[in-house]
Structures are given as structure tokens and as C-alpha cells.
């Protein structure tokens, strides 16, 4: 069997579970062919990245008429200017460089959210078929699985596709058409699927759930030192999201109890400015470290180090939340305690006071609480721990997860 992975931008930290995907499912003797939308400017993100770096194309190298360096250089000038003139113009002038038509699609329909990468698609198909790829697989249900349905009108290829969280809510063009056309779809959690079946009214038996999987052979070449037991940390982007204005203010709150305590926030995002803001004016700026973007290595490392694992994520006024974040899952199996929040999936990961404990969304006093018991109690923090590692060995296991992928992708072709 061969599969065409579709990403969005590769080698990127938010999609290192779709690279550790693509390396299990080709430890299974399934040949995996990686094409991404855009080019990161980080050449390399991690060892699993520099793994398949070299089976991955890019779209812009299909471009008509050049070489791929050419290629490369007219698709980053055509995304420089998309943001300073019309959507016309800039569709015009992509007609004017590549052709007015491509066979079997409207340009129209999907240059304003595929940019000049539309033009590359005929080539693109051309290429799975002279491979002779089997299955297209969109690594989320946006872009990529935009990309993944059109090629698969173009090539007769069937097309699957995964949905976590952004992808779903939020961020979902097209979404009749890749319901109708797929012939399958993964969804992270029980908690999406009922919403893939009941509010998007997809046909339940396309859908099947295929939980996050973690590289646990990384995680277990982990060398960490002891736990810091006043130390608390939030791996993600700084997202309104994860909740982490509510975060601020539960520390705020614990500061009167627990005056050493410090949390650790790593990851960069649109809100950094305002994070620090709210910091300064619930005077916590000592308490608080903004540690910024860092390599897996050294995140697991630190998490493996701290006593509780702290991430209340909130849904947002558009409809925006967390699936089930890999981190949280990773934390588990490190061992580290989580404190999270009722939302969307997360419940099916941890059951509260068990593997951790789960508060309301927004509830700032309801969360420092059960960091204050946690803090307050090493032998409930060590047996949380242990139950977290038993529940993602259980549930989170990659081969299961492949075993789920390789079984729905058998169906389609047998």
C-alpha cells in the first residue's frame, strides 16, 4: 500500500504527531510519500522531521514551467503579495503566469485559500498516478484535506482525512463536500465524532476515532533530573485557548498560600504581550517565567522536572478549543500530575481525581485549589502520576493508532 500524506507546513513543532504517524505507519511496511502545502523557514524541527524530510515534496515545486528552486522562489513572492493587493488581482495574475483553466477545477473556488499552489495540482495528480499512490490522507481536516478532496477528484485516488480541534470548529471549508466525498475520516476523540454525527450530520460509519499518538521511545530517552516540587508548567502556543489568563490568576490567588511557587510557561504566541501585562498587574512577574519556544528534548525534560503539569483550556467566543492536546498526553506519561479543564475532549483522557484533576473553564479559584492540594500532597502528585502513565499506555498507544489508520485504509481498498 502507498498513501500520499498531505501537510500543511512542514517541519513545524504543531504537527510532529502527524510526522511520528508517518513514521510508524511506514514501520508497517506501508510506503508514505509526505507533500506540504508551505515550507517552513526551519529546516529541521526534530530528529522524526529530519527523518522523512527527504520524502517530502512541496507543492510549490510543482509549479508549471520551472524548476523547483524557481518554483520555490515565485511561490514565496506570490504569498508576499497576496496580503498587499485584491484577491482579483492577485488571482489575475496568477492566471497571466500559469493559465487561465486546469482541467476538472475551478480555480476560482479555491485560489483564495490555496493561493498559486492551486496551479500545481494537475502535476501534483500526475505525479501520485505515475507512483501509483492508493490512498490520499489529509493530516487535518483545513487545507490539507482541501488539497487531499481535489486531488482525488483529479486522480480517481479515494481521499481520508484527520480532524482534532481548529480544523473542526473553527477553520472546516468545504465541509459537505469532504463529508460527502471522503471515504473515511479520523477524529481524535468520542467528543468530536459525536459532533462530526450529530451537528455536521456526517454518515456515522465513516467516522472512526483515532487518538493522539506520542513518540514514547523519545519520551523514554528522557533524562530529567528530580522533580522541583514548587514548580508548575504550561506547555503551548499562548493561545486564548489554553486558558492561560485563568492560569495567571489561580497562581495569583496560590501566591498567599504558597509564595514560592513558580510556573513555567513554554511556547510563543499572539497573547505574550498581554500574558505579561496581567502578570505586572497581579503582581506574579516573580512567580512567572515566559520561557519561550524550545525543542521537544528540552520540553520534556523540564516537564518530567516539575511537579504539575497546569493547562485550563477554555473554548472561545468563535467556537475555537483544544482537542486533546499532546502535551497534556506526554506529561501523563512522564508522570507529571495534570490540572485541566472540562473541555471538549480532555475528559476522555483524564478522569478527575484520578489521573489528575479537571476544573470548570474559567473558574480561577477552583483551579488554584486542586494546584494547592496537589502541591500540598507528594503522595497523591506520585500516585496521579502513575495512573497518567497507565492510561496513555493504555489509550494513547501508537500502535494502536495505526492499527486504526491501516484498518480504515484496507476497507476503502478491498
Not at 479515494?158 to 481548529?166: G, K, L, N, R, V
Amino acid at each position: 500500500m502507498k498513501v500520499a500524506y498531505i501537510l500543511n507546513t512542514f517541519p513545524v513543532l504543531y504537527n510532529s504527531f502527524t510526522v511520528n504517524e508517518m513514521i510508524a505507519v511506514e514501520n508497517r511496511s506501508i510506503d508514505v510519500i509526505g507533500f506540504a502545502l508551505k515550507q517552513s523557514k526551519h529546516k529541521t524541527v526534530n530528529e522524526n522531521s529530519s527523518k522523512i524530510e527527504k520524502s517530502v515534496h512541496y507543492f510549490s515545486d510543482f509549479l508549471p514551467g520551472s524548476t523547483p528552486s524557481v518554483s520555490r522562489i515565485v511561490s514565496k513572492f506570490g504569498n508576499a503579495i497576496s496580503r498587499r493587493i485584491s484577491k482579483s488581482l492577485y488571482n489575475t495574475i496568477g492566471k497571466i503566469i500559469y493559465g487561465n483553466s486546469l482541467s476538472e477545477i475551478n480555480v476560482n473556488k479555491y485560489i483564495h485559500l490555496h493561493g498559486w499552489n492551486v496551479f500545481t495540482y494537475e502535476n501534483v495528480a500526475k505525479y501520485m498516478l505515475e507512483n501509483q499512490v492508493d490512498v490520499i490522507h489529509a493530516g487535518f481536516g483545513n487545507r490539507p484535506a482541501t488539497a487531499a478532496m481535489i486531488l482525488s477528484e483529479l486522480t480517481g485516488i479515494p481521499f481520508t482525512f484527520e480532524t482534532h480541534a481548529y480544523d473542526l470548529f473553527v477553520d472546516f471549508p468545504f465541509q459537505q463536500e469532504k463529508l460527502k466525498q471522503a471515504s473515511k475520516i479520523f477524529t481524535i476523540s468520542n467528543y468530536n465524532k459525536k459532533y462530526l454525527t450529530n451537528e455536521c450530520e456526517c454518515n456515522e460509519s465513516k467516522v472512526s476515532v483515532m487518538r493522539v499518538p506520542i513518540n514514547q521511545k523519545f519520551c523514554d530517552s528522557i533524562v530529567a533530573g528530580p522533580r522541583k516540587n514548587l514548580q508548575l508548567i504550561s506547555v503551548c502556543r499562548l493561545h486564548p485557548i489554553k486558558g492561560l489568563a485563568i492560569a495567571l490568576e489561580a497562581v495569583a490567588i496560590l501566591v498567599k498560600h504558597i509564595p514560592d511557587v513558580r510556573l513555567i510557561l513554554v511556547g510563543d504566541g499572539s497573547i505574550k504581550s498581554e500574558l505579561k501585562a496581567l502578570c505586572k498587574k497581579l503582581d506574579i512577574e516573580q512567580n512567572i517565567q515566559f520561557y519561550g519556544s524550545a525543542g521537544n528534548e528540552e520540553v520534556l525534560k523540564i516537564v518530567s522536572e516539575s511537579a504539575i503539569f497546569l493547562l485550563p483550556c477554555v473554548i472561545a467566543e468563535n467556537g475555537d478549543r483544544d482537542g486533546i492536546p499532546t502535551s497534556i498526553i506526554e506529561a501523563m506519561y512522564l508522570k507529571t500530575p495534570v490540572v485541566s479543564t472540562k473541555v471538549s475532549g480532555i475528559p476522555e483522557l483524564i478522569e478527575d481525581g484520578v489521573e489528575g484533576f479537571l476544573v470548570e473553564p474559567k473558574n480561577a479559584y477552583e483551579l488554584s485549589d486542586r494546584i494547592k492540594r496537589l502541591l500540598e500532597s507528594e503522595e497523591l502528585r506520585n500516585k496521579m502520576g502513575v495512573q497518567g502513565n497507565i492510561k496513555v499506555c493504555k489509550k494513547f498507544y501508537i500502535e494502536d493508532c495505526e492499527d486504526v489508520l491501516i484498518r480504515g485504509w484496507s476497507e476503502i481498498l478491498n
